[in-house]
């Protein structure tokens, strides 16, 4: 560089942020992810343990639409692997762990019903993940 030349910079603007899922979307995933974790809840666990079952439903629901409203950016809805993206692998991963937090702070009626009930909540995440989503 010569003595005396300027040197001049080009600042380039970040593009907004974008999303690639409405909350609407989002919402009506965590919704059906709701729905059949009640359904493997009702069917696992014993009909006098309503509060587990209906704490398998809404802690499956909520852990996906905390996840992906979190996490909705395109570098992570992008499939990595044909089919599957970093947010379809880490919503179940949520799934599981509210599920096993709840079990650990208010111990169900029937611990090994109760951990095929969490099992079948985490598979019905990730398939309702891979497929709405």
């Known amino acids: 560089m010569k003595k005396g030349t300027a040197i001049t910079f080009t600042a380039v603007a970040a593009a907004p942020a974008t999303t690639t899922f409405s909350t609407g979307h989002i ?3 965590a919704a059906v992810t709701g729905v ?23 802690l499956s629901a909520a852990s996906v639409l905390a996840w992906r409203l979190s996490a909705n950016m ?24 509210f599920l096993s937090l709840y079990a650990d702070l208010r111990p169900p009626a029937d611990t090994r019903r109760y951990a095929q009930a969490r099992a079948l909540a985490t598979l019905a995440s990730l398939a309702v993940n891979v497929i709405t989503i």
């Open 27 to 29: 919402a009506l995933t």
């Open 36 to 58: 059949i974790a009640l359904a493997a809840a009702a069917w696992r666990l014993p009909r006098s343990a309503w509060a587990d079952i209906a704490a398998v439903a809404i």
């Open 74 to 97: 395109p570098q992570l809805n992008d499939d990595g692997l044909p089919g599957f993206s970093a947010n379809d692998w880490a919503a179940p991963l949520l799934t599981y762990l």
